[in-house]
């Protein structure tokens, strides 16, 4: 309350000073635990471009639909609040799948990932999922859990609480960034800048480290804020389906208003 009271004071989102859209990434982005004072001046900007990519295509659309269709999006949105975690993170699981539930990832140096969340034998393993005989073959396997989406689901939320209480603690979207390129790599970073929270962000990262992130990670991110900003009011941005998490904690939707 404090906080909405501070951008009030602030004019942040006072009509006039940002369009409905910019609007709606900064609360976007604000859900994933990022502070609307401490992005940089192009954030908005850069994630208008990858809007544009979403728009592009029928990719999003499609995964949405077939999120809906097979009653995933509840799921995920359930378990997420029951780790304290945001619902927004579905669209980190739309980024990894497509909500293709017997998705395999090209071949790593961890293994293959599977499944809607795209565990490594690795990862998967530490959370409690059992790998099945083809765990080095790029295909589905039934005996394979990473394709048991409620097993695996529950696995990706403890797994992103836990990267929460790392030293990526101080921003959602390092939290992300983590998922995608390795929490160890992340934070490995994260331990050479200042303490203070305002120097570790993901914006600082980048400012620091550009030349080692990874586009692959840089992409991951924006993707996903992107989506997520599209979610939440799809037919604003030209789409034809329903805010899939518009049922879900409606009060979450209230922030920055």
Not at 163 to 188: C, F, H, K
């Amino acid at each position: 309350a404090n906080y909405d009271k501070f951008l009030r004071e602030l004019h942040v989102y006072e009509e006039g000073n940002l369009d409905e859209i910019d609007q709606l990434i900064l609360r976007v982005a604000r859900i994933f635990g990022e502070c609307e004072l401490a992005m940089p001046k192009d954030f908005v900007g850069e994630v208008r471009n990858y809007i544009k990519k979403w728009q592009s295509t029928d990719r999003l659309e499609k995964a949405v639909t077939r999120a809906v269709e097979n009653g995933y999006v509840n799921k995920v949105a359930e378990t997420m609040l029951k780790h304290d975690l945001p619902p927004q993170f579905f669209y980190l699981a739309l980024q990894e799948s497509d909500f293709r539930p017997q998705r395999v990832g090209p071949s790593t140096n961890f293994g293959f990932a599977k499944g809607i969340w795209q565990f490594i034998p690795q990862t998967a393993l530490k959370y409690g999922l059992q790998t099945g005989p083809l765990v080095e073959i790029a295909k589905y396997d039934p005996r394979d859990e990473r394709f048991n989406f409620d097993k695996a689901t529950v696995a990706a939320a403890q797994y992103i609480r836990d990267i929460y209480d790392t030293d990526a603690q101080a921003s959602g979207l390092l939290v992300i960034s983590s998922y995608n390129w390795g929490e160890r790599r992340v934070v490995s970073l994260i331990q050479k800048m200042p303490q203070n929270p305002r120097e570790r962000n993901f914006w600082q990262l980048l400012k620091k480290y550009r030349q080692q992130f990874p586009l692959e990670t840089y992409n991951y991110v924006f993707y996903i804020i992107s989506a997520a900003t599209i979610g939440e009011n799809p037919k604003l941005f030209g789409f034809s389906f329903d805010n899939p998490l518009e049922n879900v904690n409606e009060d979450m939707f209230k922030l920055g208003s």
